[in-house]
């Protein structure tokens, strides 16, 4: 496995340890490996947290974890202190600093500066969703040319609703020529796992509990988006972390 591969294993290793998995010989077998496989990168060593040091077993990390409290504020940690290991220099936010500098906010300048200031942080985890979010569908899709996929009944339910409602609604643009684009992450998460034979392959492990976190942690974010509630660092640098992590685990 190349760095990505063995960063994205490991994360998920811990998650597992740090939350309702059972840990076994296996897997402490495969912590070690990982660790020393890492170990000859010079990024992991600049950016190797203090827990990775002092833990030497997956066992000691779950104890350590057990003082950052829920499980929730667990895998919240864990992506606080993957992100160092996973961003590199050409990172999206190459391209969020150059649309900035090509937008003109002249006209924001009677808002107070606090408030222009939550925009400009907005527009970036606006951009982060809008590509993980077309990344799920341009995979659904291309997986879809070669291998038969079903849609969940609750999904389709959800497609025609949207679909009878941008009918009456004529002033709405067409969102796509393909079905998908009626699908939000949990729509997106629901098609997925419910052909697991044929994406199953695709995840690392195949573990269908490292896809269901993300769409759920993912979803969380795109709420509080569409009620342009400000998305704080902890859920922007998360946001992150998955976008390293999909578009790396789906070879997009």
Excluded at 23 to 31: D, V
Excluded at 144 to 172: G, H, W
Aim: aromatic share 10%; hydrophobic share 35%; glycine share 4%.
């Amino acid at each position: 496995m190349n760095y990505t591969e063995n960063i994205e294993r490991l994360k998920i290793l811990l998650t597992g340890a740090s939350t309702d998995v059972n840990i076994t010989t296996e897997n402490e077998a495969e912590y070690k490996r990982l660790k020393s496989e890492l170990n000859k990168s010079a990024k992991f060593k600049a950016n190797e947290p203090k827990e990775f040091k002092i833990c030497f077993t997956l066992q000691e990390f779950r104890r350590e974890m057990q003082t950052k409290g829920g499980y929730a504020e667990r895998r919240k940690y864990i992506n606080e202190i993957f992100y160092p290991l996973i961003s590199d220099e050409n990172s999206l936010l190459d391209s969020i600093e150059e649309i900035q500098q090509n937008v003109n906010f002249g006209h924001l300048n009677l808002l107070p500066q606090d408030i222009q200031q939550k925009g400009r942080e907005m527009s970036e985890v606006y951009l982060y969703l809008y590509c993980i979010e077309n990344s799920l569908r341009i995979f659904i899709e291309e997986i879809m040319k070669s291998q038969t996929v079903n849609i969940p009944k609750r999904v389709q339910d959800t497609i025609d609703k949207l679909k009878k409602s941008e009918q009456e609604s004529k002033y709405l643009p067409i969102r796509g020529n393909s079905d998908l684009f009626y699908c939000d992450f949990i729509e997106l998460g629901k098609i997925i796992v419910g052909n697991w034979t044929v994406f199953g392959k695709h995840f690392p492990k195949q573990n269908e509990h490292w896809l269901n976190v993300m769409v759920d942690e993912l979803y969380k974010i795109r709420c509080l988006v569409a009620h342009n509630s400000y998305v704080g660092k902890d859920e922007r640098d998360a946001l992150k972390v998955y976008y390293k992590s999909i578009t790396a685990q789906l070879q997009l």
